[in-house]
Every structure is written in structure tokens, then in C-alpha cells.
């Protein structure tokens, strides 16, 4: 079965480091999304991306956030320099043209941690 | 805007007692509605959802829940609890469109702990 892909699993940066969060939305889906989680709290909507542009985001995604879609296949998620409180675990999420519902699938996640 | 109350942030219950995770929805008009359960360290994963097909949604694991829209609710139950059943549940809504595209808004979260 398709599945969204994420990498790294685990990502350790110092603050002020731009670091890159990369995603395989799976291969037929057209709406991308990043969700962010942090620790002990509940899951978050960032933004949203469709037809190579940005659909709709959150408060939390301030001008240190950036999302791309490079080529056919990745989605990724930039933050340019990093906070101590972005620490979170950040999931992609991709959905299709499904006429009935709007299902997402997530990814695994990616856990960020800023020191 | 869209938005989901989850009942209690822990629930405790016995190994083979009834599950049940409560979760009610705010909206105008009827909403998709998603349980997703979270593994320690793990990602989210689907259990069902509601679409408007039946208002009783079989998902994996032997868990269920039922739409009534009288009650604006969406509660999870499992007749039997498994060990393998503690995580942390989120209910989830999202608005209906024709295009396709929509943020879920997710609840705070329910931890099931299982006790043997």
C-alpha cells in the first residue's frame, strides 16, 4: 500500500541552523501538508500546498518557514533559523482528489530537536 | 472554524473492559470526522473515519464509532480492551469541499491505559 515517506527520522540541530525537513507524499496526491506536534501537546496545522503554491497556513508558520516542492516527488519543509521551541515532531501529510472525503495520510514524522 | 473536544486527556481501563474515548464535534453542517491513534515514539495512524455512508464506522483493530449529529458526537469504542491498545487517540474534523483539499483540525488528545 502507498504510504508517505518522511526523512530523517530524527534531526538535531543548535539554534539559528537552518535545517530541511523532507517528504514523499505518495505519488498520486495533489494536496501537501506539514503538521507539527509538540511534545505532550496536540497536533498542529502549519500549511498547506497545492498546484506549486502555498493554500493556506497557520499563525505558527512565520516568515522562518518555507515549503518547496523541488521536483515530482519530495516536499519539504525549511525552517531558516531555528528556535529552541521549534522543537516538535513535524508530520507531512498528502490527500487526493477523493470525491467522498479528505482523507490525509501522514507520514511518520520527523522529530526536531533544537538545542 | 472547525473544532473537536476530546473528553478526558487519560483513561484508564481493565484488559477486556469496554473502550469507549469520547470526542464531540463543533459545526454547522456535518463534517468528515477521523480517530487517529499515536504509538509511543510513532506517527499517526488512521482507525476510521465518517463520511456520511453510515453513521456507525467500523475501523482496525476491532475499534468503532458512531456519528450522531443530535449530540454533535464522535465517540471510539472497542468492546474488549487489548494491552496493545494503550496510545494516545485524536479525534480530527475537517470541512467538506468538492475540491479536495482541507486542513484537519485536530483534538487535544485521549492516553488509554490498559491495565492488566
Known amino acids: 500500500e502507498p504510504e508517505v515517506t518522511q526523512t530523517p527520522s530524527h534531526q538535531v540541530t543548535q539554534m539559528g541552523q537552518e535545517v530541511i525537513l523532507r517528504c514523499v507524499p505518495i505519488?498520486?496526491?495533489?494536496?501537501f501538508y506539514w503538521y507539527r506536534q509538540i511534545l505532550g501537546q496536540k497536533v498542529e496545522f502549519l500549511v498547506s500546498?497545492?498546484?506549486?503554491?502555498?493554500?493556506?497556513k497557520s499563525e505558527i508558520f512565520d516568515d522562518q518557514f518555507s515549503v518547496e516542492r523541488p521536483d515530482g516527488s519530495n516536499f519539504t519543509l525549511k525552517i531558516r533559523s531555528t528556535k529552541l521551541e521549534d522543537s516538535a515532531m513535524y508530520f507531512c501529510?498528502?490527500?487526493?482528489?477523493?470525491?467522498?472525503?479528505?482523507?490525509?495520510?501522514f507520514g511518520p514524522g520527523t522529530r526536531l530537536t533544537v538545542l | 472554524a472547525q473544532s473537536v473536544t476530546q473528553l478526558g486527556s487519560h483513561v484508564s481501563v481493565s484488559e477486556g473492559a469496554l473502550v469507549l474515548l469520547r470526542c464531540n464535534y463543533s459545526?454547522?453542517?456535518?463534517?468528515?470526522l477521523f480517530w487517529y491513534v499515536q504509538y509511543p515514539n510513532q506517527g499517526l495512524q488512521l482507525l476510521l473515519k465518517?463520511?456520511?455512508?453510515?453513521?456507525l464506522v467500523k475501523g482496525i483493530n476491532g475499534f468503532e464509532a458512531e456519528f450522531k449529529k443530535s449530540e454533535t458526537s464522535f465517540h471510539l469504542t472497542k468492546p474488549s480492551a487489548h494491552m496493545s491498545d494503550a496510545a494516545e487517540y485524536f479525534c480530527?474534523?475537517?470541512?467538506?469541499?468538492?475540491?479536495?483539499?482541507?486542513?484537519?483540525?485536530f483534538g487535544t488528545g485521549t492516553k488509554l491505559q490498559v491495565i492488566p
Open positions: 465518517y463520511t456520511s455512508a453510515a453513521t
Open positions: 480530527a474534523v475537517s470541512d467538506r469541499s468538492s475540491g479536495g483539499y482541507q486542513k484537519v483540525t
Open positions: 501529510a498528502s490527500g487526493g482528489l477523493a470525491a467522498s472525503y479528505n482523507e490525509q495520510f
Open positions: 505519488s498520486n496526491h495533489l494536496y
Open positions: 459545526s454547522s453542517v456535518p463534517p468528515y
Open positions: 500546498f497545492y498546484n506549486n503554491e502555498i493554500s493556506e
